[in-house]
């Protein structure tokens, strides 16, 4: 089943399979349908999280940032209002990644790059509260994807259509969701010592 664009929530992703209590994969169909799917559940334990407000990624881009500002700008707003902290580590460092960096900076958020350490495929991770994520991007969309982050010199010559199509590219995506408070804790650790060695004033300058 394809959700149409215009939805606003990922009510039904097209598989959800549950091991135990402890791990969830759901299948969706493409980069926007996971980041509806993303921001539901951070929405969900934005509203209910009293103590660790700490939410953390590591990936080569925010390309949900291209297609869904909007989205994110009013998750980020819900999240600020609750007390909470995002930290991103990004692994790549092309002109759009230091666009968003500069865009979470604004809003006083934690960011980095570092493009020392390097993966053999796109893979994102992600913690906040007891949960783990990961999901990796498909080779075929990954690929677009960097031929899109590494040939857009200005932000005035990003390719709109071609980065819209990118997004919504059928391929079966999974998104893992490991409930463990320890697993989860020790990334947050990672990614918090990491990001926080450098003051975002000083991030981004050149931009």
């Given amino acids: 089943m394809h959700f149409e664009l215009q939805s606003k929530r990922v009510n039904k992703p097209m598989k959800k399979v549950d091991f135990g209590n402890e791990v969830v994969v759901y299948t969706v169909h493409n980069l926007l349908e996971l980041d509806r799917l993303w921001n539901d559940l951070l929405m969900n334990w934005a509203k209910n999280e009293t103590e660790d407000k700490r939410n953390c990624w590591k990936g080569k881009h925010a390309w949900w940032l291209v297609p869904r500002l909007q989205e994110e700008d009013s998750l980020h707003d819900f999240m600020i209002s609750k007390g909470i902290k995002t930290y991103n580590l990004w692994l790549e460092n092309t002109l759009l990644d230091k666009a968003a960096g500069k865009y979470y900076q604004k809003r006083e958020q934690f960011t980095k790059i570092n493009s020392k350490i390097k993966l053999g495929k796109d893979i994102h991770m992600a913690a906040f509260g007891d949960n783990l994520i990961k999901f990796e991007i498909p080779e075929v969309i990954s690929k677009k994807l960097e031929k899109l982050y590494k040939e857009t010199k200005k932000l005035e010559d990003l390719d ?24 989860a804790n020790k990334f947050k650790e990672e990614i918090v010592s990491l990001v926080k060695s450098v003051k975002n004033k000083d991030l981004w300058k050149d931009l």
């Fill in 160 to 183: 709109v259509k071609y980065a819209i199509d990118i997004f919504k590219e059928n391929a079966e995506i999974s998104f893992t969701v490991i409930k463990d408070e320890f697993l």
